[in-house]
């Protein structure tokens, strides 16, 4: 067995002595590091217990008598924690940038000062806070910067109240694990941030009297308010799947489930409207709008989603068109009492014929023998008498007929001519000569037929009243259809005496009437009408006299 060397025995005990230095201060490191890992995982919303973790860690891991930790801000250097073996010095809150110490502070190395006093009276700038601090016996100094990507984020100040510099090995291991304590507070930091970020946003959309909801670029939901959690009584992650079906009225969701996803293909901001299932399985219409969120090059980050209540406003609309329908039937009713008396000599003349008719058949059956020719073409003419009075009363019901609103194509032309047939006995009556420029090739609109021949006849009617004031001139009444892009253009003109140019809008108001027996609901009637069509109706002055009155409606196709 070979035996060592007298000589060799003491260099081995040393080499393990080292080895074992060593070993211990990196177990010390780790145990530092651990210290703030612990600190954080124990407090992860608050910075202060991992601030004092690690000054309490630097000043063991050094040994000094002292230590405090600064956060490196844009005034200057702010303390965040310190530590204090003995004495009871409290140290200034802030050192400027400019200050002399701020100077030590902000350096990215570490600074090792054996003796305070002498080193700030040899840069010949010992200032107040200096004072303060050598009086309670500072003496060695090592500033120790925590840096991240190469930025001061912080310094620790570690202190000796006697003069003895610290190792090389002391200030190897604080910079190291200083190094790392840097890398372990940014990162919590800018968690910490994060975390306040979302806070803060989640009391922002929680605080808006709406129900917000944010989602990621590809539209997938993020983020939910409370209030929308609240409606339908689900989780944030059984939301997250509303386009499976559930919480959108099944009638709704495929327009919804296509526009949203044309809207995220496209970037382009999406609006609809849907009834959302409330958590008591009652359904509420909802209006959805969803915008995109830019950064500055342009790219979609997230997208923000407002839905707004509208059952109370939707049910409010479909009363106020409940009521406009019944004004339009009490309109009507009281157009067919206007002339009444004239339709029901309209109707007495075909009944009055088709009793002579008959009496004629009754007649040529008595001859001998029988003309049989005579009788058949007599009882023909009875038979077109009762149509024709079968046309009348058809039309008359109609118009007196309650019946919600109903839209289908029909040809406007052919409506307007009933209409003239079915205002004949009243135009005849006073001496009004009706005219028709219809156009050829009128393309079908799409409306309620009844409702449009009501503005019609009030229109006539309103003419043919206008006129018969007219002592002088002839009263002729022109009615005319033109054809464009978008619809049609109807034009009731008269050459009656005119409106008045500052009333040529009041007209249309409620309650306003020229006439001593009017109500003045007729011509507001006939505006909601035809803007409900989805056009306009509107009075100008006819040339060379009386008034016209126009009105769109959009073509079939169009609407």
């Known amino acids: 067995m070979n035996q060592p060397e007298t000589g060799d025995a003491p260099e081995a005990a040393r080499g393990n002595s080292d080895l074992q230095k060593e070993l211990a201060e990196v177990l010390r490191q780790r145990a530092a590091i651990s210290a703030v890992l612990r600190a954080i995982a124990n407090s992860p919303d608050d910075l202060q217990p991992i601030f004092d973790t690690i000054i309490d860690s630097a000043v063991h891991l050094c040994r000094a008598e002292w230590g405090a930790f600064r956060l490196s801000e844009e005034i200057g250097f702010r303390l965040v924690a310190y530590k204090v073996s003995r004495g009871s010095w409290s140290p200034p809150m802030l050192q400027e940038h400019g200050s002399s110490v701020g100077r030590l502070l902000g350096s990215k190395s570490p600074v090792h000062i054996l003796d305070l006093a002498t080193h700030l009276e040899r840069m010949g700038a010992v200032e107040e806070g200096d004072r303060d601090a050598i009086s309670h016996g500072v003496r060695t100094v090592l500033y120790v910067p925590m840096l991240r990507n190469d930025e001061l984020i912080a310094t620790l100040s570690l202190v000796r109240y006697h003069i003895e510099p610290f190792t090389e090995k002391e200030i190897e291991l604080v910079t190291d694990f200083a190094a790392e304590a840097a890398i372990v507070l940014e990162v919590t930091r800018r968690e910490q941030a994060l975390r306040e970020s979302e806070r803060r946003s989640r009391s922002a959309i929680d605080g808006i009297p709406g129900f917000v909801a944010i989602l990621a670029p590809n539209g997938?939901?993020?983020?939910?308010?409370?209030?929308?959690?609240?409606?339908?009584?689900?989780?944030?992650?059984?939301?997250?799947?509303?386009?499976?079906?559930?919480?959108?009225?099944?009638?709704?969701?495929?327009?919804?489930?296509?526009?949203?996803?044309?809207?995220?293909?496209?970037?382009?901001?999406?609006?609809?409207?849907?009834?959302?299932?409330?958590?008591?399985?009652?359904?509420r219409w909802f209006v959805l709008r969803v915008v995109p969120s830019r950064d500055d090059s342009g790219r979609i980050t997230r997208w923000y989603v407002l839905l707004t209540d509208i059952e109370d406003r939707t049910q409010a609309l479909a009363q106020l068109q409940q009521m406009q329908s019944d004004f339009a039937h009490m309109n009507r009713v009281s157009m067919m009492g206007e002339f009444a008396a004239s339709l029901s000599h309209e109707i007495a003349q075909?009944?009055?014929?088709?009793?002579?008719?008959?009496?004629?058949?009754?007649?040529?059956?008595?001859?001998?023998?029988?003309?049989?020719?005579?009788?058949?073409?007599?009882?023909?003419?009875?038979?077109?008498?009762?149509?024709?009075?079968?046309?009348?009363?058809?039309?008359?019901?109609?118009?007196?007929?309650?019946?919600?609103p109903r839209k289908e194509r029909?040809?406007?032309?052919?409506?307007?001519?009933?209409?003239?047939v079915l205002a004949q006995s009243v135009t005849l009556r006073n001496g009004v000569s009706v005219q028709t420029r219809l156009a050829d090739g009128l393309l079908p609109v799409l409306g309620d037929r009844i409702q449009v021949q009501q503005v019609l006849l009030n229109l006539i009617l309103n003419a043919t009243d206008a006129m018969g004031s007219a002592e002088v001139g002839a009263r002729e009444l022109l009615i005319s259809t033109e054809q464009d892009q978008t619809g049609v253009l109807v034009a009731v003109r008269d050459s009656g005496p005119g409106i008045d140019p500052a009333h040529l809008e009041r007209v249309f108001d409620a309650f306003y009437t020229t006439k001593s027996s009017g109500t003045g609901m007729g011509l507001s009637i006939c505006r909601s009408i035809i803007t409900a069509h989805g056009g306009r109706l509107w009075a100008d002055a006819n040339e060379p006299r009386g008034a016209v009155f126009q009105f769109t409606l959009p073509n079939a196709s169009a609407g």
């Open 350 to 404: 075909p009944i009055a014929s088709a009793r002579n008719n008959a009496r004629a058949a009754q007649n040529f059956l008595k001859l001998q023998p029988p003309n049989l020719g005579e009788v058949r073409e007599a009882l023909s003419c009875v038979v077109a008498d009762a149509d024709r009075s079968g046309e009348i009363i058809d039309r008359i019901r109609e118009q007196m007929k309650k019946a919600p």
């Open 220 to 283: 997938d939901v993020e983020a939910l308010n409370r209030q929308i959690l609240e409606y339908f009584g689900q989780s944030l992650e059984e939301l997250k799947g509303w386009a499976k079906g559930g919480t959108i009225h099944p009638e709704d969701l495929p327009r919804v489930v296509e526009g949203f996803t044309k809207s995220i293909a496209a970037g382009v901001p999406f609006e609809n409207e849907a009834r959302l299932l409330r958590f008591d399985g009652e359904y």
């Open 410 to 420: 029909f040809d406007l032309n052919a409506a307007i001519n009933e209409v003239i």
